[in-house]
């Protein structure tokens, strides 16, 4: 896609093998974008970088960062910036919050910890990296932020996160429909994705009864593949989005219809 070709994408959470945020790294890739992986473990994000890199032939750096901490989101923001100003790498023009927890413990054992823990990676790093990475691209006057909700946000859980993960999911709705609202006018959009059920490594320990139930309430019958939600992230940082701001795009293979 030449319209993206000088831009960067950048991720959070797109280390995990059959991961929806690897995968959408590898759509932005082929797509002619330069690729910033941020996860948990930098060597393991550097790694991930230079193979997509190579493969796609385009520039891609990892780096380290727990998205909870403002201050190692701050240290990821600033090597990211330092590869820009050296010219390794084009502007950022996307930012994909798609790091990620769920729990399925029921509400009346979860703790004030897994609360904080849940509600910390989801709603607060989206917040800590979309404040980190925003102001470079509103003094680009182009960008497109694309946040990771879920179904469990619209429907009250269902798929496999209980209580603290429905609620994190819900605040990165509501974060998104009013940061999309505040920066409207500067050529930044925010959106939001709604998947369903997924086929990943998140809900390792899930149980077969649990997956033929969640399958039984999905009009489709199946999960999600990640290549599928993939795609609805770089459509929504595409130009072809360009009038849409403050979205929730569904992709919930018909398990929920509003
Ligand atoms: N798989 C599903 O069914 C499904 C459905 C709806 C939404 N989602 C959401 O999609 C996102 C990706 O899910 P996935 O299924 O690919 O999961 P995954 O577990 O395969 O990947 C999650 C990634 O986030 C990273 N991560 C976790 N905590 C982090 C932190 N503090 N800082 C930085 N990175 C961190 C992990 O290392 C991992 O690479 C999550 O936000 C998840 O809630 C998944």
Known sequence: MSSTIQRTAVLTGATSERG?????????????????ILDLDGEKSAKVAAEIGNEFNVPAFGYEIDVANEQSVQAAQAAVAAEVAAG?????GALANIAGITS???FLE???ELWHKVMDVNATGTYLVTKAFLPDMIANGWGRIVNMSSVSAQRGGGVFGKVPYSAAKAAILGLTKALAR????????V????????DTNIRVGSTEEQEAAINAGIPMGRNATAEEVAAAITFLSSEDSAYLTGTTLDIN???HMH
């Open 20 to 36: 929806i945020g690897i995968t959408t790294a590898r759509r932005y890739a082929r797509q002619g974008w330069g690729v910033v």
């Open 88 to 92: 390794n790498l084009p502007p950022v």
């Open 104 to 106: 399925p413990i029921p």
């Open 110 to 112: 979860t703790t004030v």
């Open 182 to 189: 505040e920066i409207a006018t500067t050529g930044v959009t």
């Open 191 to 198: 959106n939001a994705i709604t998947p369903g059920a997924v």
């Open 253 to 255: 293979g018909g398990s």
